[in-house]
């Protein structure tokens, strides 16, 4: 429904009501069919053109009818009115409360869907009178969402679809379901405590890892869990990241068993007695990103005025966290070392003992972090280690490729003790290469420029995503590509529109299942093109989509 809103408003002014443009072949048909009319009608009057009034009558009535049918073709594009709102040109800044504070003047909002990457949102009014008053304002007046203008217009969506049957005030209840978008970093209770709990007292947090990273957060009332999702929805953790996307749950109490980084229950602090340093000191929501090879610690709230975070006065207030930052910590350092993940190597076993080398292992684990060494183990047959360039790297890695099948092997990925990889006992593998290779300086490398945080973390799906390919490269040439190297083919096949000042190629690839897009990225990514007329090559690289299929 996010694609189908993304293009559903035409700018700002004078095309508020008017939908998505027509597919050029439902426009060529229409106006065939209107020439055809036009024809007709000239037709018709030619018997009756005695003299000239006569035939000015004529001429005039058939432009007027010409006139009334373009009317009424374009009356039938003009979007329906809705109870559903299509709010465009929101600023990051913008979370649930800001428009609930903005628009419920024009009448009761029943429910906020946030669309915080495309900077979007539907809402949608209990009544159809209430959407009428604001998309009609909206037409006539600039309306702000946190002093930046937004645009409105009809949804081609009656109501909201609801994930849960949370939509109505009776049925609401004190669990929030909070899934986590591009979780660029680790997200733990500590972290999910420290956001949540100026807003509302949490009882307890639960995290699981099946559709992405999400998790449920108890808090202590209904009121607690509406303020949380008014104030958070559509926020990130940290910047740029960890997007909060909220929404009721169905249980209305969590279970817990054990006090760790997955659940909490913090109103039984026994069940397991927490580290000396950890917990709810941990610094989250404002910071830049955790402390890392990133960059040094960035200051906490008090909320600047265009944070995200800034909702209602009310909220404001709840949202105004103190300095959490424990005396303790001395050093980035220490704060490190009190962290989930205590090493920067992850451990990798089930691996192909004939297909897997160390350039393959780096072609998929650089898509979590930057890969520094890979070294197979003589003494442990299908096993390497990968020192990444931080622990959350390696805990990206582990939370994403754990379990995933890679030339019918499972693989297991693990943290491993060891604190660096020593180039030690150096051996060839099956297809020829050295067993350790060194990918420091590699430019294939991805969070290393500044514009490192717009990778999008991603676990392994059917879809890939390629770009930096030659311009001309086609798709029977992708084929032959995948034939060439014994990789899974594609059965389908998608380019995207590229700029006339682009040198380069994007677009997806769709595979029959899961395991032949990873392995085909495995085998093929950063692979390079030589085409005629170019001093350097071009070297392809491949991800995995957001897309679930073309």
Request: aromatic share 8%; proline share 6%.
């Amino acid at each position: 429904m996010e694609d189908k809103e993304a293009g559903g408003g035409q700018g700002g002014d004078g095309g508020l009501y008017r939908s998505a443009k027509r597919p050029r072949t439902e426009q060529v048909e229409q106006e065939a069919g209107e020439r055809d009319l036009e024809e007709g009608e000239e037709k018709e009057e030619e018997p009756g053109s005695a003299d000239e009034d006569a035939a000015g009558s004529g001429w005039s009535d058939s432009r007027s009818r010409r006139s009334a049918r373009k009317d009424s073709v374009r009356d039938s594009h003009l979007i329906p009115p809705s109870c559903v709102v299509h709010v465009r040109g929101l600023c990051d800044a913008v979370v649930e409360a800001d428009l609930v504070e903005v628009l419920e003047k024009f009448g009761n909002i029943c429910y906020v869907m946030m669309m915080p990457f495309k900077r979007q949102a539907l809402v949608e009014f209990d009544s159809l009178e209430s959407a009428e008053r604001c998309v009609r304002h909206g037409g006539s007046e600039p309306i702000f969402i946190a002093n930046q203008q937004a645009f409105f217009n009809f949804s081609t969506s009656q109501r909201i679809t609801r994930p849960t049957n949370a939509d109505d005030p009776s049925s609401r209840n004190k669990v929030l379901l909070l899934s986590i978008q591009n979780p660029l970093y680790p997200i733990s209770t500590d972290v999910l405590y420290t956001v949540c709990n100026p807003v509302g007292n949490v009882q307890r947090i639960v995290i699981f890892k099946r559709n992405g990273i999400q998790a449920m957060v108890e808090f202590q009332s209904v009121e607690d869990a509406q303020k949380a999702k008014m104030a958070l929805n559509g926020a990130d953790i940290y910047s740029g990241c960890c997007t909060l996307k909220i929404e009721y749950a169905r249980p209305n109490r969590l279970n817990v068993v054990r006090n760790d980084t997955s659940s909490w229950d913090y109103t039984k602090p026994f069940l397991l007695h927490r580290d000396p340093g950890k917990g709810r000191h941990r610094q989250a929501i404002l910071g830049e990103h955790p402390s890392n090879g990133y960059g040094p610690h960035c200051p906490l709230l008090p909320l600047p005025p265009n944070s995200r975070y800034r909702g209602s006065h009310e909220v404001q207030e709840l949202v105004s966290y103190k300095h959490l930052l424990p005396k303790t910590f001395s050093s980035s350092s220490s704060l490190r070392s009190t962290h989930l993940g205590t090493s920067a190597v992850a451990m990798v076993s089930g691996l192909h003992p004939n297909k897997m080398n160390c350039s393959r292992i780096f072609n998929l684990f650089c898509l979590y972090g930057n890969v520094e060494k890979v070294k197979f183990m003589k003494s442990v047959p299908g096993t390497a280690l990968v020192e990444m360039a931080d622990e959350y790297a390696v805990d990206r890695a582990v939370t994403h490729l754990n379990s995933t099948k890679v030339f019918g092997k499972k693989l297991n990925v693990c943290v491993s003790r060891q604190q660096a990889v020593i180039p030690s006992q150096v051996f060839e593998l099956a297809d020829g290469s050295s067993s350790y290779q060194d990918f420091s300086l590699t430019r294939n490398n991805r969070f290393s420029s500044a514009h490192g945080h717009r990778n999008i973390i991603q676990p392994p799906t059917a879809v890939l995503h390629f770009y930096n390919a030659p311009p001309t490269l086609t798709q029977q040439q992708l084929l032959n590509f995948c034939s060439e190297n014994d990789a899974p083919a594609f059965t389908k096949y998608k380019v995207f529109d590229a700029k006339p000042s682009s040198k380069t190629l994007s677009g997806l690839l769709e595979f029959d299942c899961k395991a032949a897009a990873v392995e085909a990225l495995t085998v093929l990514n950063h692979h390079q093109f030589r085409i005629t007329g170019s001093s350097n090559p071009f070297t392809i690289k491949l991800c995995f989509s957001t897309s679930t299929h073309l």
